[in-house]
């Protein structure tokens, strides 16, 4: 999953506005091996997304090492390592057994 990534942040301080990462890897179909892919990983810390879009129907926010900073951002589909602050976004599951969560 982390050579997968469309986008890594393996620097420190990186800040990134109003930018869409895109995640176009599907949803797997019943009885068939996932195939992973990942829209946004960042392995760094103190990155910051102002007004960013992370969008796809799989794992398009890999927040993995790090603190980080998100602003006014709408997000698709995270997992993270719960040491980032979102403010002002807006995160979505697309999966159907999760809920609609805005911060």
């Known amino acids: 999953m982390f050579a997968s990534a469309n986008f890594a942040v393996n620097s420190p301080f990186f ?8 995640n176009k890897a599907p949803l797997p179909v019943s009885g068939e091996l996932a195939k992973r892919a990942v829209g ?25 090492v790090g603190r980080h900073y998100f602003m006014d951002c709408y997000i698709e589909f995270v997992f993270r390592n719960d040491l ?12 159907r057994s999760y809920r609609v969560v805005a911060m």
Do not use: E, P, W
Request: proline fraction near 0%; include cysteine; hydrophobic fraction near 40%.
């Open 40 to 64: 946004l990983h960042i392995s760094m810390d103190a990155a910051a997304f102002v007004g960013c879009h992370c969008v796809g129907s799989q794992d398009t926010l890999y927040d993995l």
């Open 15 to 22: 800040i990134a506005k109003n930018i869409t990462f895109k």
């Open 84 to 95: 980032s602050f979102y403010k002002g976004c807006h995160l979505r599951s697309t999966s």
